[in-house]
């Protein structure tokens, strides 16, 4: 099985697990004066709560895999020229939010609206001081790293997509 249809899988069992509740939910109970949708209602609710955590039990089963898979394949995505390698795992991370927090701090970096000044000294007859801004960084490369972090996820979702597209599970 692939990473994808692992994924699929999860989510098709998550709804069968939701409609169970639904059933168990409305046929739990009911007033004797009613008569019982099921011919054996207390063995079918019993049967439904079984099926229910059979489900969960392969829903745990296959994300163990996943994160197994997710831990254990390497992926070796190309940013800005450099041939990076993380597990599938590390770029979901990249992805989540680590890359927007990269580009975060490279965003910080600026000149804070400080401009260069023309100071007069103390007595009117010193000459004018000039008060030069510095700045701490290259703006050039703060403008690539940028660019970089802003698109490090869709270039992370591209590959991966692929990747779980063609990746067997871990057993």
């Known amino acids: 099985m692939k990473i994808i249809e692992g994924l699929k899988k999860i989510k098709d069992l998550k709804r069968k697990a939701e409609d169970l509740r639904q059933k168990i939910g409305q046929y739990c109970a009911d007033l004797d004066c009613e008569n019982p949708t099921y011919d054996n209602q207390r063995k079918q609710v019993s049967e439904w709560l079984q099926a229910h955590s059979d489900v969960l039990k392969e829903i745990l089963s296959l994300r163990y895999r996943i994160q197994k898979t997710n831990i254990s394949t390497q992926v ?38 400080l401009r260069d000044e023309y100071k007069q000294k103390p007595t009117p007859n010193s000459p004018e001081t000039v008060i030069k801004r510095r700045l701490y960084f290259d703006p050039q490369e703060r403008d690539i790293k940028k660019e970089l972090y802003r698109s490090e996820p869709s270039t992370i979702d591209g590959i991966l997509e692929t990747v779980n597209a063609v990746t067997d599970l871990v057993e």
């Open 76 to 113: 070796t995505i190309d940013l800005g020229g450099n041939h990076v390698e993380k597990s599938i795992a590390e770029w979901i991370h990249r992805r989540k939010d680590l890359a927007h927090e990269e580009e975060s701090a490279w965003n910080k970096l600026n000149d804070r609206g």
